[in-house]
């Protein structure tokens, strides 16, 4: 089983920039579809990035154009590069893993600790 360590989180301020990284242990990671999902206070965990075993990328409409997900195969990593943050994309960041990207909405490996994003003035 896939399992993962956020960080990277931080407090910036709106219109700054952060970069998550998802380190994933299990020799199957070059296999599997990652996603960066986020929580923010009293509000359900949503998907908000996926990236296919092969690269192929898919984000939630309020993230395209600031956020992207790449990953390396090489270190069992995932990042987030997100960019133009905005007050609202505060929230706990996770990662989790599937078999494809639409698995993701069910990932398959325990939840990692989160890493916080605080986008403040």
């Known amino acids: 089983q896939v399992q993962v360590v956020e960080s990277g989180g931080g407090l910036v301020q709106p219109g700054g920039s952060l970069r998550l990284s998802c380190a994933a242990s299990g020799r199957f990671f070059s296999f599997a579809a990652m996603g960066w999902y986020r929580q923010a206070p009293g509000k359900q965990r949503d998907l908000v990035a996926g990236i296919s075993s092969d690269g192929i990328t898919n984000y939630i409409d309020s993230v395209k154009g600031r956020f992207t997900i790449s990953r390396d195969n090489a270190k069992n990593t995932v990042y987030l590069q997100m960019n133009s943050l905005k007050p609202e994309d505060t929230a706990v960041y996770y990662c989790?893993?599937?078999?494809?990207?639409?698995?993701?909405?069910?990932?398959?490996?325990?939840w990692g600790q989160g890493s916080q994003v605080t986008v403040a003035a």
């Open positions: 989790n893993a599937g078999l494809t990207l639409s698995d993701l909405t069910s990932p398959t490996a325990s």
